[in-house]
């Protein structure tokens, strides 16, 4: 079955005590984007330690396992200091969710500092679409909607278990990007970048289901799917690196958007997925308390390899 499309969030559909947990969520949420930005960041801090101690020992061994494989070369001590920073970082990305649903652009465009965006602009010039191609870290939803406030933007979206959250997610998201596509539509993907609409891509998840080739990231042979070769070559567009960076003196944010990816697609598969992945891990390990290291990229492994995650 294919992802079903999301629906437009109206609050009667969802009064049934099942869902007030997450109306309490929303409250919660609500209130504290209504904070200044430095005491927001430090409360997502906060979260993330919570979230740290909540979770249960599987998963911090998902984590664990991840930095021992990816950084053998860092000592036990930064790589527990990396897995620390990086759950107080999704603390802040629930934060920075907040602040992408009920902050004014206004209010927005004071934190952001973009470098090379001129890349973007000779692409977009030329006639060609563009790609950007970012990754799963604590850092893509706020740089999403910071981009949006200067390009217009479609997104692609997986849809969320809790119906309520898939449904409010959905509403939001569309007030700002000009798509939000499920990542099944792709031909409505495609449609969308050849009228020259700039689009947010991040393949770098482990989709069982999906043409796949083993291409290394962070020196680990990983499933990357070819689908991201096949889009560039329908839609003409030009496949762009783009991570967006917290500053480090907590004032806002700089996106950073790279040069085409060279002779992408290329007609073979594990180059390009080689290449998208090398795009990647760069930031991975430049920022590697930001990657999302809780999920289980290298869960499905080459034949007869043995399990990545015991």
């Avoid at 950084?71 to 990086?86: D, G, Q, V, Y």
């Avoid at 470098?115 to 740089?143: M, N, P, Q, Y």
Wanted: hydrophobic share 40%; charged share 25%; aromatic share 12%.
């Amino acid at each position: 079955m294919g992802e079903q499309s999301s629906v437009t969030f109206k609050a009667s559909d969802y009064y049934a005590p099942k869902f007030w947990p997450m109306w309490c969520i929303f409250g919660l949420l609500r209130l504290v984007s209504l904070l200044p930005y430095r005491v927001e960041m430090a409360l997502g801090r906060l979260f993330g330690r919570f979230v740290f101690l909540a979770a249960g020992t599987r998963r911090r061994r998902i984590v664990d396992l991840n930095l021992a494989r990816c950084f053998p070369e860092k000592p036990l001590a930064e790589r527990n200091r990396i897995k620390s920073a990086c759950y107080q970082n999704l603390g802040i990305s629930l934060i920075e969710m907040a602040m992408c649903w009920w902050w004014s652009p206004e209010k927005l465009r004071p934190l952001v500092e973009i470098k090379g965006r001129e890349h973007l602009d000779a692409v977009l010039e030329s006639g060609r679409g563009a790609i950007l191609l970012a990754g799963h870290f604590s850092t893509l939803e706020i740089g999403a909607r910071l981009l949006a406030l200067y390009v217009p933007l479609q997104v692609m979206y997986r849809t969320q278990r809790n119906p309520m959250f898939d449904s409010y997610l959905f509403t939001k998201r569309s007030g700002y990007f000009v798509n939000t596509v499920s990542r099944k539509s792709t031909r409505q993907l495609i449609k969308g970048i050849k009228k020259g609409i700039t689009t947010w891509y991040a393949p770098d998840q482990d989709f069982r289901r999906e043409r796949n080739v083993f291409a290394p990231f962070m020196g680990i042979a990983a499933a990357s799917i070819t689908a991201s070769s096949r889009l560039a070559h329908s839609s003409g567009a030009a496949m762009m690196p783009y991570y967006p960076e917290r500053k480090k003196d907590g004032s806002g944010y700089i996106l950073h958007i790279e040069p085409p990816l060279p002779d992408f697609p290329s007609g073979d598969d594990l180059v390009d997925a080689t290449q998208i992945n090398q795009s990647i891990e760069k930031y991975a390990r430049l920022f590697p308390e930001n990657y999302m290291w809780i999920h289980q990229r290298f869960k499905t492994r080459p034949p007869g390899e043995a399990p990545f995650y015991q």
